[in-house]
């Protein structure tokens, strides 16, 4: 699996659509200080369902909509999509390209899809659960996350422990299932 690019869209800073391809081997964005370079990975955590307007530095989820600059107004939505190669199947799919869409407005309404067909949130963590992607993953790390790994409780580090070996799939599925 490989991520091949990423389109953003009033997206924070991100007010035109802005397509970035991933080329092979390693990829480093460079800016200056405000350009956008955070905003990239937010915008990349945000379409693979992050809930969590704190983890993408706003206090609400409507936070994440551009709203506004000198000279440019506010938009109404923020729309990203995020493009993978899945041509090992990877991630569990007959697809052999996976693109995965996020879509919110300001009136709240908001949307996800898998190739362009509308989904639940619940399919896209299903989807990416355990692949070191989606809910709680731990491919992605931010400033200040490696302190608090570190300031963690036992318990709270076990389950990061759990989720890098792969086994919060089934502890999840047998909670859920001991919940019906
Ligand atoms: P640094 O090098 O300091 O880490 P950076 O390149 O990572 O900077 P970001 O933090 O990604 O920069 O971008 C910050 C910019 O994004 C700020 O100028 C901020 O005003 C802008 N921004 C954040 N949210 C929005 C939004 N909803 N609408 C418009 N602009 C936004
Ligand atoms: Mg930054």
């Known amino acids: 699996m490989k991520l091949k690019s990423i389109e953003i869209a009033g997206f924070k800073s991100f007010a035109d659509k802005t397509t970035i391809d991933f080329q092979d081997g390693l990829t480093g964005i460079v800016g200056p200080n405000g350009s956008g370079k955070s905003n990239v990975i937010e915008a990349i955590r945000w379409v693979l369902g992050e809930q969590s307007a704190k983890t993408l530095r706003g206090k609400k989820m409507l936070d ?35 693109k995965i869409t996020r879509k919110v407005y300001r009136n709240g309404e908001s949307s996800y899809s898998i190739n362009d067909k509308e989904c639940r949130l619940k399919d896209i963590n299903n989807l990416f659960m355990d692949t070191g992607l989606g809910e709680g993953s731990l491919s ?16 709270k580090r ?22 019906k």
Do not use: C, W
């Open 64 to 98: 994440v909509i551009f709203s506004g600059s000198k000279g440019r107004r506010a938009l109404n939505r923020a729309e990203v999509s995020i493009d993978f190669d899945n041509s090992d199947h990877f991630l569990d799919s007959d697809f052999t390209e996976i």
């Open 140 to 155: 992605i790390i931010s400033q200040g996350n490696v302190d608090e790994i570190l300031n963690d409780n036992a318990e």
């Open 158 to 179: 076990r389950s990061i422990i759990e989720t890098a070996a792969g086994v919060y799939r089934y502890k999840k599925q047998k909670n859920e299932t001991e919940q």
